[in-house]
């Protein structure tokens, strides 16, 4: 991972930087109040007339650079912007001349020149969001940068959590969460929504659990912050928690490690027998999930299944933010 652990990690690269006004490069840059802020105006424009919505960014221009595949982000961005008004232009690394070796700075800036007022950006580099928004002077909004950071996952994950925990408040404090566990299982090592939800979660006084076998998740105890701890056995972790996080293993990024599938299984999958043990667990699933590895169709589609909901609420949270990258972010 880049940075020094979970909780310790600085910007990639250790260099300095105050993000610009918009721009949501990684979770820490936001305070409690910007959260609540982010969360109102999500559940303001998801009630929004769409007529009258569609005004708000009326023929603003937003740029989607994904540099690495994607399902969820991508799709609910795009519907974000289009949902306030904006045209939106999608460029892949496939089909476009990134293909030719076009560098990242260079892409922005055509971007720019086309009209480009914010970029939403997934690339496989940590820290790339910080060279772009440093090459463009635009807004960018993070949608995945390698190891490191997945900001908007975790606001929309805290926004689901919130619905079933809290009432769906949008009032942010430092004790909120007091008195919540949250297990987060599976490939930890390789996930940049395991290290935006630890970070935040922390802030409002939940405890975050850790749990996946060594080459996954390995000892990181030392650097890693308050409210965060390793419990490698998963029927221990859920005994104790109110919503439990499954990962899959990245397997993109493995880079020749190797995975003892039928171990893995019996050890870290969510399924049937373990829903059954804990009756008032909840489930949550970034996506994309791999069936039948850390979870079974059981778990994934049974009621306490909040994975469909972290999509739509992935849609809310996304108008919000790209809103705000646009100025366009106060409450009315
Ligand atoms: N959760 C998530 O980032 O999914 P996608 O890779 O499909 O965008």
């Not at 009326?58 to 540099?67: E, G, N, S």
């Not at 991508?74 to 560098?103: H, N, Q, V």
């Not at 909120?176 to 996930?191: F, P």
Request: aromatic letters at 4%.
């Amino acid at each position: 991972m880049a940075g020094s652990g979970l909780a310790g990690a600085g910007m990639p690269g250790g260099f300095a930087h105050d993000p610009l006004p918009g721009s949501l490069l990684r979770i820490e840059d936001l305070g409690l109040a910007d959260i609540s802020e982010i969360l109102a105006l999500a559940s303001e424009l998801e009630s929004e007339d769409p007529l009258r919505r569609a005004f708000r960014l009326a023929k603003r221009r937003v740029a989607l650079l994904f540099y690495e595949s994607s399902t969820r982000t991508r799709t609910s961005f795009e519907l974000a912007a289009k949902a306030l008004g904006a045209d939106t232009t999608l460029i892949s690394s496939k089909s476009s001349s990134i293909e030719k070796g076009e560098s990242l700075k260079d892409t922005g800036l055509t971007l720019r020149a086309l009209g480009a007022e914010a970029i939403i950006l997934r690339n496989s580099f940590s820290g790339a969001p910080w060279l772009l928004e440093r090459a463009t002077g635009l807004p960018v909004l993070n949608a995945g940068d390698g190891m490191h950071q997945h900001p908007s996952q975790a606001l929309l994950d805290l926004r689901t959590m919130l619905r079933v925990l809290r009432g769906g408040t949008t009032d942010i404090t430092e004790d909120l969460l007091e008195g919540v566990t949250i297990t987060i299982c599976g490939d930890i090592l390789h996930s940049r929504v395991a290290r935006s939800n630890a970070l935040l979660l922390p802030r409002l006084g939940a405890r975050v659990l850790l749990c996946g076998p060594a080459q996954l998740l390995p000892e990181i105890a030392a650097s890693l912050g308050e409210g965060i701890a390793i419990e490698r056995d998963l029927d221990r972790a859920l005994a104790q928690s109110d919503v439990v996080m499954m990962l899959r293993i990245q397997a993109e990024r493995l880079a020749g490690l190797h995975i003892d599938l039928e171990a893995y299984r019996t050890g870290f999958q969510l399924n049937e027998d373990r829903m059954e043990k804990y009756p008032a667990l909840w489930l949550m699933h970034p996506g994309p999930m791999i069936r039948g590895l850390e979870i079974a169709d059981a778990a994934a589609d049974g009621p306490r299944s909040l994975i469909e909901e972290q999509v739509r609420h992935g849609l809310a949270v996304r108008m919000a933010l790209v809103a705000r990258a646009l100025g366009a972010g106060s409450l009315q």
